[in-house]
Protein backbone atom coordinates (compact mmCIF):
# COMPACT_ATOMS: atom_id res chain seq x y z
CA UNK A 1 0.00 0.00 0.00
CA UNK A 2 2.98 2.19 0.79
CA UNK A 3 3.86 1.74 -2.88
CA UNK A 4 0.54 3.08 -4.08
CA UNK A 5 0.38 5.93 -2.13
CA UNK A 6 3.86 7.41 -3.61
CA UNK A 7 2.81 6.40 -7.42
CA UNK A 8 -0.67 7.76 -6.71
CA UNK A 9 0.48 11.06 -4.95
CA UNK A 10 2.94 11.55 -8.32
CA UNK A 11 -0.12 11.14 -10.71
CA UNK A 12 -1.97 13.19 -8.56
CA UNK A 13 0.46 16.36 -9.13
CA UNK A 14 0.74 15.02 -12.75
CA UNK A 15 -0.97 16.89 -15.72
CA UNK A 16 -4.05 15.25 -17.57
CA UNK A 17 -4.13 13.31 -21.17
CA UNK A 18 -3.51 15.65 -24.17
CA UNK A 19 -6.65 14.26 -25.41
CA UNK A 20 -8.56 14.89 -22.62
CA UNK A 21 -9.85 18.80 -23.43
CA UNK A 22 -11.54 17.29 -26.94
CA UNK A 23 -13.51 14.56 -24.96
CA UNK A 24 -14.90 17.25 -22.43
CA UNK A 25 -15.72 19.73 -25.19
CA UNK A 26 -17.53 16.83 -27.39
CA UNK A 27 -19.53 15.40 -24.27
CA UNK A 28 -20.47 18.83 -22.97
CA UNK A 29 -20.83 20.01 -19.35
CA UNK A 30 -23.29 17.78 -17.37
CA UNK A 31 -22.52 14.48 -19.42
CA UNK A 32 -21.39 11.67 -16.93
CA UNK A 33 -18.58 10.08 -17.75
CA UNK A 34 -17.12 6.63 -16.27
CA UNK A 35 -13.49 6.87 -15.80
CA UNK A 36 -11.93 3.42 -15.40
CA UNK A 37 -8.64 3.22 -13.22
CA UNK A 38 -8.76 6.62 -12.11
CA UNK A 39 -5.09 5.94 -9.76
CA UNK A 40 -4.60 9.31 -8.33
CA UNK A 41 -6.72 11.42 -10.06
CA UNK A 42 -5.13 13.69 -12.83
CA UNK A 43 -7.81 13.08 -15.12
CA UNK A 44 -10.89 12.69 -12.92
CA UNK A 45 -10.02 16.05 -11.34
CA UNK A 46 -9.76 17.85 -14.82
CA UNK A 47 -12.98 16.14 -16.55
CA UNK A 48 -14.72 16.98 -12.99
CA UNK A 49 -13.13 20.69 -12.99
CA UNK A 50 -14.64 21.05 -16.79
CA UNK A 51 -18.34 20.48 -15.38
CA UNK A 52 -18.61 16.83 -16.19
CA UNK A 53 -20.07 14.31 -13.54
CA UNK A 54 -17.37 11.85 -13.32
CA UNK A 55 -17.86 8.27 -11.51
CA UNK A 56 -14.26 6.88 -11.18
CA UNK A 57 -14.34 3.44 -10.68
CA UNK A 58 -10.60 1.93 -9.42
CA UNK A 59 -9.53 -1.51 -7.73
CA UNK A 60 -7.47 -0.10 -5.27
CA UNK A 61 -8.93 2.06 -2.29
CA UNK A 62 -6.17 4.74 -1.71
CA UNK A 63 -6.49 6.08 -5.25
CA UNK A 64 -10.20 7.09 -4.11
CA UNK A 65 -9.33 8.05 -0.64
CA UNK A 66 -6.61 10.74 -2.16
CA UNK A 67 -9.09 11.97 -5.20
CA UNK A 68 -11.35 13.04 -2.21
CA UNK A 69 -15.27 14.04 -2.92
CA UNK A 70 -15.09 15.96 -5.84
CA UNK A 71 -16.59 12.81 -8.23
CA UNK A 72 -18.71 9.55 -6.91
CA UNK A 73 -15.69 7.03 -6.19
CA UNK A 74 -16.54 3.11 -6.80
CA UNK A 75 -14.41 0.50 -5.58
CA UNK A 76 -14.61 -2.50 -7.94
CA UNK A 77 -12.79 -4.38 -10.78
CA UNK A 78 -13.16 -3.43 -14.26
CA UNK A 79 -12.06 -7.67 -14.87
CA UNK A 80 -15.50 -8.85 -14.07
CA UNK A 81 -19.15 -7.34 -14.67
CA UNK A 82 -19.03 -3.05 -14.53
CA UNK A 83 -21.64 -2.41 -11.39
CA UNK A 84 -23.58 0.35 -13.21
CA UNK A 85 -26.80 0.24 -15.55
CA UNK A 86 -26.93 -0.44 -19.04
CA UNK A 87 -26.71 3.14 -21.09
CA UNK A 88 -26.02 5.21 -17.68
CA UNK A 89 -23.17 6.97 -18.97
CA UNK A 90 -22.10 9.56 -21.95
CA UNK A 91 -18.36 8.86 -21.98
CA UNK A 92 -15.97 6.61 -21.04
CA UNK A 93 -12.38 7.00 -20.03
CA UNK A 94 -9.65 4.32 -19.56
CA UNK A 95 -5.98 5.89 -18.84
CA UNK A 96 -3.75 3.56 -18.66
CA UNK A 97 -6.32 0.60 -16.57
CA UNK A 98 -6.65 -1.38 -19.98
CA UNK A 99 -2.96 -2.05 -19.49
CA UNK A 100 -3.73 -4.34 -16.75
CA UNK A 101 -7.16 -5.51 -17.39
CA UNK A 102 -6.95 -9.82 -17.82
CA UNK A 103 -10.48 -10.34 -19.41
CA UNK A 104 -10.23 -7.80 -21.96
CA UNK A 105 -13.32 -8.57 -24.49
CA UNK A 106 -15.61 -8.93 -21.35
CA UNK A 107 -14.60 -5.49 -20.49
CA UNK A 108 -15.41 -4.30 -23.90
CA UNK A 109 -18.45 -5.81 -23.66
CA UNK A 110 -19.08 -4.23 -20.45
CA UNK A 111 -17.39 -0.84 -21.47
CA UNK A 112 -20.29 -0.81 -24.36
CA UNK A 113 -23.16 -2.10 -22.32
CA UNK A 114 -22.85 0.90 -19.82
CA UNK A 115 -22.29 3.10 -22.30
CA UNK A 116 -25.35 5.18 -24.43
CA UNK A 117 -25.52 4.95 -28.14
CA UNK A 118 -23.36 7.49 -29.50
CA UNK A 119 -21.32 7.42 -26.31
CA UNK A 120 -17.47 8.26 -26.77
CA UNK A 121 -14.70 6.06 -25.07
CA UNK A 122 -11.30 7.25 -24.71
CA UNK A 123 -8.64 4.40 -24.26
CA UNK A 124 -5.29 4.82 -23.77
CA UNK A 125 -2.84 2.19 -22.92
CA UNK A 126 0.59 0.46 -22.82
CA UNK A 127 2.04 -2.86 -22.42
CA UNK A 128 3.24 -4.15 -19.29
CA UNK A 129 5.69 -5.03 -19.12
CA UNK A 130 6.82 -2.33 -22.39
CA UNK A 131 7.49 -5.11 -24.81
CA UNK A 132 4.61 -4.06 -27.66
CA UNK A 133 5.34 -1.85 -30.49
CA UNK A 134 2.63 0.40 -31.79
CA UNK A 135 1.25 -2.56 -34.16
CA UNK A 136 0.54 -4.96 -31.72
CA UNK A 137 -0.89 -2.50 -29.23
CA UNK A 138 -3.28 -1.44 -31.68
CA UNK A 139 -3.91 -5.34 -32.74
CA UNK A 140 -4.46 -5.95 -29.02
CA UNK A 141 -7.04 -2.73 -29.59
CA UNK A 142 -8.66 -4.64 -32.44
CA UNK A 143 -8.72 -8.04 -30.47
CA UNK A 144 -10.97 -6.89 -27.49
CA UNK A 145 -13.11 -3.81 -28.91
CA UNK A 146 -13.40 -4.95 -32.88
CA UNK A 147 -16.84 -5.63 -33.70
CA UNK A 148 -18.17 -4.17 -30.30
CA UNK A 149 -16.67 -0.04 -31.27
CA UNK A 150 -16.13 2.16 -34.10
CA UNK A 151 -12.45 3.29 -33.97
CA UNK A 152 -12.94 6.66 -34.11
CA UNK A 153 -9.33 7.67 -34.24
CA UNK A 154 -5.93 5.74 -33.30
CA UNK A 155 -3.29 7.60 -32.42
CA UNK A 156 0.40 6.07 -31.91
CA UNK A 157 2.31 8.10 -28.93
CA UNK A 158 4.80 7.62 -26.69
CA UNK A 159 5.45 8.77 -22.85
CA UNK A 160 8.75 8.77 -20.44
CA UNK A 161 10.10 6.21 -18.75
CA UNK A 162 8.02 6.10 -15.23
CA UNK A 163 6.21 9.23 -15.89
CA UNK A 164 3.20 8.16 -18.18
CA UNK A 165 2.10 11.82 -18.84
CA UNK A 166 5.19 13.21 -20.11
CA UNK A 167 4.41 12.30 -23.65
CA UNK A 168 7.21 14.64 -25.34
CA UNK A 169 9.72 11.39 -24.48
CA UNK A 170 9.95 9.01 -26.73
CA UNK A 171 10.63 6.31 -24.60
CA UNK A 172 7.37 3.76 -23.93
CA UNK A 173 5.44 3.28 -27.25
CA UNK A 174 1.37 3.83 -26.31
CA UNK A 175 -2.10 3.85 -27.94
CA UNK A 176 -4.39 6.78 -27.93
CA UNK A 177 -8.12 5.55 -29.84
CA UNK A 178 -11.61 7.31 -29.42
CA UNK A 179 -14.20 4.58 -29.98
CA UNK A 180 -18.27 4.62 -29.94
CA UNK A 181 -20.63 1.66 -29.55
CA UNK A 182 -21.42 -0.06 -32.54
CA UNK A 183 -25.31 -0.50 -33.02
C1 LIG B 1 -1.12 3.34 -14.38
S1 LIG B 1 -2.45 3.72 -13.31
C2 LIG B 1 -3.25 5.00 -14.26
C3 LIG B 1 -3.99 5.95 -13.38
C4 LIG B 1 -4.75 7.06 -14.11
N1 LIG B 1 -5.76 6.56 -15.00
C5 LIG B 1 -3.83 7.98 -14.87
O1 LIG B 1 -3.82 7.92 -16.10
O2 LIG B 1 -3.12 8.75 -14.22
C6 LIG B 1 -3.57 2.32 -13.54
C7 LIG B 1 -4.76 2.35 -12.60
O3 LIG B 1 -5.65 1.29 -12.95
C8 LIG B 1 -6.08 0.63 -11.77
N2 LIG B 1 -6.43 -0.75 -12.12
C9 LIG B 1 -5.59 -1.76 -12.48
N3 LIG B 1 -6.28 -2.89 -12.72
C10 LIG B 1 -7.58 -2.59 -12.53
C11 LIG B 1 -8.80 -3.35 -12.61
N4 LIG B 1 -8.80 -4.64 -12.96
N5 LIG B 1 -9.96 -2.72 -12.33
C12 LIG B 1 -9.98 -1.40 -11.99
N6 LIG B 1 -8.87 -0.64 -11.88
C13 LIG B 1 -7.69 -1.22 -12.15
C14 LIG B 1 -4.90 0.74 -10.80
O4 LIG B 1 -5.29 0.58 -9.46
C15 LIG B 1 -4.41 2.15 -11.13
O5 LIG B 1 -5.06 3.12 -10.33
Given at each position: MQAWSAHARELLGGSPSPRLRELAEALGPGARVLEV????GRNTRYLSGAGLEVVALDVASEPLLLLGACCERVRAT?????PFASSSFDGALDSYAFTFIAERRLYAMELRRVLKPGGLLLLEFDAEPHVLDHEELEAAAREAFGGLFEFLYVKRIYHAWGCL???????IPALAALLTPLK
Open positions: GCGGADFHLYDESREE
